[in-house]
Structure formats: structure tokens, C-alpha cells
């Protein structure tokens, strides 16, 4: 084959190949978009990305969130609105900005009263604007940048913790469980995705946890995805650090997590800031040697409530896991219903001031009652997690915890 | 830190990984070499098959090595058929056809699977998965290890095929001159669906070397192909050695780049190397004078 003559000069092969991708790029993005559930009542929009790089995450929310739907439905409906039922109104914002946003659009074409979920920060920025212009009440999923709840928009709900608050938290428990252990863990390496999460958790662990007696190695940052981590867990072991803090999303913490395993790399502790699978029950049943023992401070329903754990074997029997994007939902769309039956109208304003006041205490999550300023609900926390005996326990706070942390790790 | 067993193991991880990007690059050239067009569902084949492999364990409770070896026909016939049946009557013989058709087969593939199997990332867990062999100053998982050697199995055996068997020679044939091989009495569709069956056998084993460590989802593949796609110009497009050799000196590069420069440069070297060989050797390492 060495003397071919190619009818496709280099550059064509080139520039085709950029067009390409383009088009492959923008193509695959191109889903079908709101669906409609049939029959009169209140129209809620539930708004996921349930196509995308994001669409796991997406398609748990949907789950959520329609069935605490379907819960309200089967009580009897909205009862201050003489039992009527709740519409949903299905979207996809297909992992993108853009198209959050389209969906916004047809969903206050469609007239709903409320639009919940988002799931990714940037979704959530952009819906949350777009919702505004139409006065249109909006609740937060999941999405946890602080500036979400920030720009003083009057519709805008965020029912879970935001970024700050969590990663307080988060250092305050890691310092706790450290002094509780006699203080063995003094160095650190962090490992984290490039993009706005992974990076703007890295600085913050950089600025903080110095001040509180840690020592960081190295801050390792990799892009999404990654396929190997070979070297990234060559540098831990060089290193030796006591504490692995990993700040990525699903695929690459467990690809992380294995090479560890695979090279023999165990240091005093695995400790996560919103850890892509570290509280993920999937991650647990997979690969219950790999993930034994890592910690995570992350969104965590309450172990001690029955209704949660009844949600829990609901969901585990449909053989689907209980991941945080589904309870938030559930929660959010509970918080939306009673603030219906306070309301006792699909007016925006009046839903808007029913949100404002609510003082609703989902029986899922440990928050307590609802309180809201400038649309953040001040109960809202996390909960620091660790895989133990092939479950996710809550060591922190003590108030929610069912288990003790094991820390350092046992070799 | 920088002593020199750790720069052996980046190497040697590199060399690991690299072998994976030229088992993906070699199904991309000899499709390109023959057919001279760019396969862009090659990285949503490459993630059908990992479903494929996925399945195949989880169902059948086939080892992932074993299943290569029912997969790899399973992917060709499938390839064949693609090629035979759709790409090739769809294109009316024209190539800029050819690619937007394959275009459209990988939106089509990867939604296809996306419905299917929804969004879930996928992964199995071997017995062997986390077994590796102490070199003492570096551990290198036996999965990849494996991989690696059948690379250059795979690679061989192609070869193999293409200098021996006539339908090798049919392949080579076309490739230089298609107008002549039909006139000698090849049946060029025949060879084009051959050839795209082949290259689609390659994903299928590369596959099967991949899920013990990697995992299935819609988009999987095409972490690869990108990078395949790089492999390709820099080994020399339709060249099979220029595939291998070029596989490995991007993952050893990646590798490099990685652990000096940071994961999110590991890639930055990749696309330099790229545009050095771009401007210095235009037709690629092994690649004809075009």
C-alpha cells in the first residue's frame, strides 16, 4: 500500500474531518424535546438533561421527580385545588445552557405554574434567567453554584446547599474526624477535573485547608474524560500522602479509585467534596474492594427517616439506585405541592410569595423546616458519608449518622 | 521525585495505552487506505462493541477474551453488512456521501444505544481485573499487559491477511487502483463492505481488550477515536504499520506530557506531534507521497 494515490489531499481530509466533528457535535445533540403528559390540572414543568453527557444524572432526576408526582396524584391531588391532579410537563435540556433554556420557553408556552430541576450549575444559571423574565417560579434541584442564588432573582428556589456551605462543612468534618483519629493525617494530594467544579474546589481546598494543619503535596488536575490514571496514581505514589482528595465526576473516580487498587497505592484516607461516586451505591456494588473505606462530603438523605429508607427499597426493588439527583427531586417537587396547597392557586405571584414562606420539612432530607432568604434554604447541609461493610453509612454529623468513621483506613 | 524508574513507568503506561489506540487506529486506516473515507461511526461501533463485550460477560458469563473471539465475527459480518447495504448504495459512489453517511449512522448508533441502554456507565468486575505483575519498581495491570500483546497479534494477523490471502490482494488492489481491479474482475463493493467489515472486527477486539478495565456507556468510544484519528495522519493514512508504530509514540507521548505537564496537557502533546509531523512530514511516518 505504499504507492496509493489518495483522492483526498491532506487538507481536505483535514478539513473535512473539523467539519465533521462539528456536525457530529451538534447532531447528536439534536433529540426531540418536551413531551406532555395528557389531561387537565396543574402543569409543572420537570426540567432534566435527560439526553448528553449528562444524562444518567438527568434521567435519575426525571425518576424522582416523577414519581413524587405520581405519589401526590394517587393522594388525591393538589387538595386546595379541589384535588386537582399534577400535569408534568417532561423536558430535556439535553446537558447544555442552550438548551435549558428552549425548554423554559415551551414550558411557559405550555402555562405551567412551576418549573423544578436543572440538575448541572450551568443549566440552572441559565434556566433560572430565562424563567425570570416570565416571573415564572423556578426550584433548584441540585446544582450548586453559590451564584445561582446570588443575583437576587425573585423566582429562583434553591431547596438543597449550595457550594459554600458544603465544602464548609465538608473541612469542618474532614478536621473533625481527622482530630478524633489523633491527628494522622497531615499531607494531602488533591485530584481533580479541569472544569469549573473540579478547579474551583481544588483553589478553595488550596486556600483552606493549610490554615487547618494540612500539607498539600500536589494538586493534580486532569480532564474529562480521562482514560488512564496511571501516571496521576504513579505521582500519589511517589508522594505517599496521607489523604487522597479526588474531585471529579463518576467515570474517572472510579478509573482512579481502581488504578489506586491496582497499584497498591493505600493511603490513611480517601476523601471526597462532592465526589463523583464515592456515595454512589453503584459504585459500592461494582467494586466493593475499590471503594471500601472512602469518604465523602456530599447531598445525603436522612438514615434515621423510615420514609426515606421505604423510598429507598421502592427504587432499589425497580433495581435502579438511590442517587441524590432522585431524592432532591422527590423532595422539590414535595416543597412545590405544598406550597400549592398554601397557595391555592397557579397564580406565579402568589406561588412565587407560597415558595418565599414555606416552611416545609421534607421527611427525605435532613434539613429540617424550610427557610428561605434571597431563594436559599438557610436548614439545607450535607452529610459526610463512608463505604462501609458494602453500604453507604453517614458518619457526620452525629445528629443523621448510623455508623462511626473507620479513620486511617485499616491496611 | 523524578527518579528514572518512575520515567520507565510512564513509559511503559504509555506504551500500555498506546497499543489500544493503534488497535482503534488500524480498523480507521484500512477503511480509510481502501474506501478513502473518514469513518466518523467508528468511535460509536467502538461503543457498541463495549456494550457487546459488556453483554456478552454479564449474560453469557464469557470472559471478555473469549468473547473476542465470537465478537470479532459478530462485528465483521455486521461491518460487512453495513458497508454492503447501506453505506455503499446510500452513497451513490460518491465519497463526500460516504462520509456524511457514516456521520449519520454514528448519531444513529449512539442514540440507538443511549435508548437502549439509557446513559448508566457500564463496568464488569474480573477476577482478574486488579491483578498486576510487581516489577518492583512499577505495577502494570495484567488486563493491559494482555492487551498489549494482542495488539500486536491482531496486528499481524491483518497483516498477514493482506499480504497472503487473495482477498488481501483484492484489498490492495482496490486500494491502489479501483478502476483496474474492476476491470481485472474484483468486485470492488464486495472488497469495500470486506474492508469495512475488517476494520469494524478491529473495534470489536479492541473492545474486548478495553472492558476489563474501562467501562460501556453511549459515548465511550469516542474518547478513542479522536485520538485514532491523530494516529492515523501521523502513522500515514491507509497504513497498517504506520498505525502500530504511530499508536504507540502518541500514547508514550501522552504519557510524557501527562505526568511533566499535567493530565489537561497530556493531549497538548498529542495535537503538537501532530502539527510538527504536518509541517515536516505531511504524508505521515509511513504514509506514500500523495
Same mark, same amino acid.
Given at each position: ?15 473535512? /474531518? ?7 457535535? /451538534? ?6 424535546? @418536551?413531551?406532555r403528559a395528557q389531561g387537565a390540572g396543574v402543569k409543572l414543568g420537570l426540567l432534566?438533561? @435527560? ?10 432526576g426525571r425518576v424522582g421527580a416523577t414519581m413524587a408526582v405520581d405519589e401526590i396524584n394517587a393522594g388525591g391531588g393538589i387538595k386546595a385545588l379541589g384535588g386537582a391532579k399534577i400535569d408534568p410537563v417532561l423536558?430535556? +435540556? ?13 414550558m411557559n408556552?405550555a402555562e405551567v405554574a412551576c418549573i423544578v430541576g ?13 424563567a425570570?423574565?416570565?416571573d415564572l417560579p423556578y426550584v433548584v434541584d ?7 442564588? /446570588?443575583?437576587?432573582?425573585?423566582n429562583?428556589f434553591r431547596f438543597s446547599?449550595? $457550594? ?62 480521562? *482514560? ?37 497505592? *493505600? ?9 463523583? +461516586? ?5 459504585? @459500592?456494588?461494582?467494586?466493593?474492594? +475499590? ?10 438523605f436522612n438514615?434515621?427517616s423510615a420514609k426515606a429508607?421505604e423510598l429507598?427499597?421502592k427504587i ?10 432522585l431524592y432532591l427531586n422527590y423532595s422539590a417537587i414535595l416543597l412545590v405541592a405544598d406550597a400549592l396547597e398554601r397557595a391555592a392557586s397557579i397564580d406565579r405571584a402568589k406561588l412565587t410569595t407560597a415558595l418565599e414562606n414555606s416552611t416545609f420539612a421534607s421527611p427525605i432530607m435532613?434539613y429540617g423546616p424550610t427557610k428561605f432568604?434571597?431563594?436559599?434554604n438557610?436548614g +439545607? ?18 445528629? $443523621? ?5 473507620? $479513620?486511617?483506613?485499616?491496611? | ?12 503506561? !504509555? ?15 484500512? %477503511? ?5 473515507? %473518514? ?61 456524511? %453517511? ?76 479501483? &478502476?483496474?481491479?474492476?476491470?481485472? !474482475? ?11 467489515? &475488517? !476494520? ?10 478495553? %472492558? ?12 478513542? #477515536? ?26 508514550? #507521548?501522552?504519557? &510524557? ?27 505521515? &511516518? ?5
Open positions: 500500500m505504499s504507492e496509493q494515490k489518495l483522492p483526498f489531499s491532506r487538507r481536505q481530509f483535514l478539513a473535512t /474531518t473539523a467539519l465533521g466533528a462539528a456536525a457530529a457535535a /451538534t447532531g447528536s445533540l439534536a433529540m426531540p424535546a @418536551v413531551l432534566h438533561p @435527560v439526553t448528553g453527557a449528562l444524562s444518567y444524572s438527568g434521567q435519575q423536558g430535556d +435540556a439535553q446537558s447544555t445552557p442552550d438548551g435549558g433554556t428552549a425548554e423554559v420557553e415551551k408556552s436543572g440538575y448541572a450549575s450551568s443549566i440552572c444559571l441559565a434556566v433560572s434567567q430565562a425570570a423574565r416570565y441540585v446544582g450548586v453554584a453559590d451564584s445561582i442564588v /446570588t443575583r437576587g432573582l425573585k429562583t446547599p449550595g $457550594f459554600g456551605v458544603i465544602a464548609k462543612a465538608a473541612l469542618d468534618n474532614l478536621t473533625t474526624i481527622n482530630d478524633q483519629a489523633g491527628k494522622p493525617a497531615k499531607t494531602v494530594i488533591i485530584v481533580h477535573e479541569d472544569s469549573l467544579f473540579g478547579s474551583g474546589l481544588a483553589k478553595l481546598l488550596n486556600a483552606q485547608l493549610p490554615p487547618k494543619g494540612f500539607e498539600i503535596l500536589e494538586t493534580i488536575p486532569h480532564p474529562t474524560p480521562t *482514560r488512564d490514571f496511571a501516571n496521576v496514581v504513579l505521582k500519589i505514589k511517589a508522594q505517599n500522602p496521607d489523604l487522597v482528595i479526588p474531585a471529579n465526576y463518576y467515570n474517572e473516580y472510579v478509573l482512579l479509585a481502581r488504578t489506586m487498587q491496582e497499584q497498591h497505592v *493505600r493511603p490513611k484516607g480517601i476523601y471526597s467534596v462532592l465526589g463523583g +461516586a464515592s456515595s454512589s451505591y453503584k459504585f @459500592v456494588k461494582d467494586f466493593p474492594e +475499590a471503594a471500601r473505606y472512602i469518604m465523602d462530603c456530599n447531598h445525603w438514615p434515621k429508607q429507598r427499597k432499589e426493588d425497580k433495581g435502579q439506585f438511590f442517587t441524590y439527583e435532613p432568604v434571597n431563594g436559599q438557610q +439545607a447541609a450535607p452529610v459526610s458519608t463512608q463505604v462501609l461493610d458494602n453500604d453507604i453509612k453517614a458518619i457526620l454529623p452525629p445528629e $443523621f449518622a448510623n455508623a462511626k468513621a473507620v $479513620f486511617p483506613m485499616p491496611a | 521525585m523524578l527518579s528514572p524508574l518512575i520515567l520507565i513507568s510512564v513509559v511503559l503506561n !504509555g506504551l500500555l495505552t498506546g497499543a489500544v489506540y493503534a488497535l482503534v487506529a488500524l480498523g480507521l486506516t484500512l %477503511i480509510y487506505g481502501v474506501l478513502h473515507i %473518514i469513518n466518523f461511526a467508528h468511535g460509536a461501533l467502538l461503543s457498541a462493541a463495549l456494550f457487546a463485550a459488556f453483554f456478552a460477560y454479564q449474560k453469557l458469563g464469557l470472559d471478555p477474551y473469549v468473547a473476542a473471539f465470537l465478537l470479532a465475527p459478530a462485528f465483521f459480518a455486521f461491518g460487512y453488512a453495513l458497508q454492503r447495504f447501506i453505506i455503499g448504495p446510500a452513497s451513490h459512489g460518491d465519497d463526500r456521501n460516504m462520509l456524511l %453517511i457514516t456521520l449519520g449512522l454514528a448519531v444513529f448508533i449512539e442514540n440507538a444505544l443511549l435508548y437502549a441502554f439509557h446513559a448508566d456507565t457500564r463496568t464488569i468486575d474480573l477476577a482478574y481485573g486488579f491483578k498486576s505483575i510487581d516489577f518492583g519498581f512499577t505495577f502494570l495491570a495484567v488486563p493491559r499487559v494482555i492487551s498489549f500483546a494482542a495488539v500486536f497479534f491482531v496486528a499481524l494477523a491483518l497483516w498477514l491477511i493482506m499480504a497472503l490471502t487473495d482477498t488481501g490482494k483484492a484489498i490492495r488492489a482496490v486500494a491502489k487502483e479501483k &478502476l483496474g481491479a474492476e476491470l481485472a !474482475g474484483i468486485d470492488v463493493a464486495h472488497i469495500y463492505a470486506m474492508t469495512f467489515g &475488517l !476494520g469494524t472486527a478491529c473495534v470489536a477486539v479492541a473492545a474486548c481488550l478495553l %472492558i476489563p478495565t474501562y467501562y460501556a456507556n453511549p459515548r465511550a468510544g469516542n474518547a478513542f #477515536v479522536l485520538v485514532a484519528f491523530t494516529v492515523v495522519v501521523l502513522g500515514g493514512m491507509g497504513s497498517v504499520p504506520g498505525a502500530l508504530i504511530g499508536g504507540l509514540v502518541i500514547g508514550v #507521548v501522552e504519557s &510524557l506530557a501527562g505526568f511533566y505537564f499535567g493530565e489537561s496537557l497530556g493531549q497538548v502533546g498529542i495535537f503538537l506531534i501532530f502539527i510538527v509531523v504536518l509541517l515536516l512530514r505531511p504524508r505521515g &511516518l509511513f504514509g506514500a507521497s500523495a
